[in-house]
């Protein structure tokens, strides 16, 4: 697996580099090809708090894991057993998907703590959807973590939002 690590408000230095290539580097051995893998590292400071967010693009999934806390070394420890956690969970469902090859983007928000009274959009995301069923949308929300995933129903061919409900089970939105 290559890695593309960088630093925000943090400098990376090369005990942080080998320390991310070694645990992640554990994973090759649930990929067929891990070379021609790309691993998408993002290192950065909020407040006291040390932020890694790795996202591992491949074919018809993206892992994602993100973690803060404020010892950077436990924080890659946990990011690591979450992807290696969401590979073991879904490498059947993975390799049984008889699907297209797609690659899905991410809606990313990040919450302000501090109370305004005007609020404003601070980060807004583009991405094209692939069209795919209910059951690939709740395998993509799955490895995301997120609560609600955004994708094109291959059945309607419309925007739909899936959701997680209260009661764990999963609604969806259908925008006509």
Same mark, same amino acid.
């Given at each position: ?6 630093? /925000? %408000?943090? $400098?990376?230095? $090369?005990?942080?580099?080998?320390? +991310? ?7 090759? #051995?649930?990929?067929?090809?891990? #070379? ?5 590292? =993002?290192?950065? @400071?909020?407040?006291?708090?040390? &932020?890694? $967010? ?7 999934? =993206?892992? *994602? ?12 420890? &946990? +990011? ?7 590979? *073991? %969970? /879904? ?11 797609? @690659?899905?983007?991410? =809606? ?12 404003? &959009? =601070?980060? *807004? ?6 069209? @795919? ?7 993509? @929300? ?35």
């Amino acid at each position: 697996m290559t890695f593309n690590i960088r630093g /925000n %408000k943090i $400098e990376i230095t $090369e005990a942080i580099k080998s320390y +991310v290539e070694s645990k992640l580097g554990k994973l090759d #051995k649930y990929f067929e090809n891990p #070379k021609e893998i790309s691993a998408n590292v =993002v290192v950065r @400071m909020s407040g006291i708090d040390q &932020i890694i $967010e790795v996202t591992i693009p491949i074919k018809k999934v =993206v892992l *994602r894991a993100e973690e803060r806390g404020k010892d950077l070394y436990a924080a890659i420890d &946990i +990011v690591s057993d979450k992807l290696e956690r969401q590979i *073991r %969970k /879904n490498k059947t469902k993975m390799r049984h998907k008889k699907t297209q090859d797609t @690659m899905t983007a991410f =809606v990313d928000f990040e919450v302000n703590e501090e109370e305004s009274e005007e609020q404003t &959009i =601070v980060k *807004r995301k583009q991405f094209e959807a692939k069209p @795919m069923s209910e059951e690939e949308a709740m395998l993509q @929300m799955g490895l995301l973590g997120h609560d609600f995933f955004i994708f094109q129903d291959d059945q309607t061919n419309g925007v739909a939002v899936l959701y997680k409900r209260k009661d764990g089970n999963f609604g969806i939105i259908e925008i006509q």
